[in-house]
């Protein structure tokens, strides 16, 4: 078997787009280390809710990297369950801010009665995948059913009932501790891989990885046979080998697809990032009337935290209300 460039190496923080032109597959792999570890200690969420929010920030990067134009996707869920709300805002092509709403009580309870997977304390709802190219170019919202469902059947579906596209997502998070200051460090991660059966698809790859032990003269499989080994040959990955820290993409995607040969395309980097400033938020304080302003004034000032990144802003009153 011959020997594959390791690209990445133990890189986080990327999305790996990848091509596999005998099956028709295209697809992305996923690794989040720091930056959604950054966005769970913030709040610091219990682990059941910051599986959830680790695990819909991975999608919606998967999903956000593919778009080719500056704009944002947000991924939101509104359900009855112990997580009543994840919101994931992307901002093309590399930044992301998430945040979660949940019922503590719910969730100790879920805990206890052995319910924390995702799809249990998402419960019934809805998820909606919202498209914003900016300026004057209307929003696209495509909406699906939270019905006792994970993320990760949710975005199938979305993809079946909007796009018409043959898609596999399978989706990961898990806790580490890495060496550190004083001892060890409690740390998040996540990972994904969302491939797609898209025949005849083109693209000029930026590196290419070994084909692997096909012999020449291969027969290529018809369409529909095509995607169903791609997507058993996707379901074959365990958890642990989608945030496995010392087994880069490159490899992955080689134990995967090695037979039919896979092409790797440059990987993208993707930092946790919040869009709030105080000149944003000063706007957002100016749009209310003076009477609801001086509703906010608390111990003689106006202060605003952000929910997504936690960071407070403070104003005088009389920067929106001078005093005459």
């Known amino acids: 078997m011959s020997m594959i460039p390791d690209i990445t190496g133990g890189a986080d923080d990327i999305v790996v787009p990848f091509q596999v032109d005998e099956i028709d597959l295209r697809g992305r792999v996923i690794r989040l280390g720091r930056s959604v570890s950054t966005m769970i200690d913030r709040h610091g969420y219990p682990a059941p809710v910051a599986r959830v929010l680790a695990e819909a920030t991975a999608l919606t990067l998967l999903l956000g990297s593919g778009l080719k134009f500056d704009g944002r996707l947000i991924l939101q869920t509104q359900s ?8 994931v805002d992307v901002a093309t092509p590399d930044r992301v801010r998430a945040l979660a709403r949940y019922d503590a ?15 249990a304390l998402l419960g019934t709802g809805q998820l909606v995948m919202t498209i914003d190219q900016g ?38 998070a898990a806790e580490e501790y890495v060496p550190g200051d004083g001892g060890m460090k409690h740390t998040w991660r996540a990972g994904g891989l969302m491939v797609q059966h898209l025949p005849q698809a083109g693209g000029e790859a930026h590196r290419d990885l070994a084909p692997g032990d ?20 996707t379901d074959t990955i365990e958890d642990d080998e989608l945030v496995d820290s010392t087994l880069s993409p490159e490899r992955l995607l ?11 395309f440059e990987a993208q980097d993707v930092k946790e990032h919040c869009t709030c400033s105080r000149d944003r938020i000063s706007g957002i304080v100016s749009s209310f009337t003076p009477d609801e302003r001086r509703d906010m004034v608390e111990d003689g000032a106006i202060t605003v935290t952000c929910e997504y ?16």
């Open 105 to 119: 009580e719910a969730v100790d309870a879920a805990i206890a009665a052995g319910r924390a997977e995702p799809a």
């Open 214 to 233: 096909a012999p020449d003269g291969t027969i290529l499989p018809e369409p529909h046979e095509a995607w169903a080994e791609a997507r058993a040959l």
């Open 254 to 264: 080689f134990r995967l697809f090695h037979e039919r040969g896979v092409r790797v």
């Open 135 to 172: 300026g004057d170019m209307q929003r696209y919202q495509g909406i699906v059913s939270l019905d006792g469902q994970g993320l990760e059947q949710a975005a199938d579906q979305y993809f079946r009932q909007s796009e018409q596209i043959d898609t596999r997502v399978r989706l990961a």
């Open 309 to 324: 990144c936690s960071t407070s802003y403070r104003f005088a009153p009389a920067e929106f209300d001078p005093v005459e």
């Open 80 to 87: 009855d369950g112990p997580v009543r709300m994840v919101v």
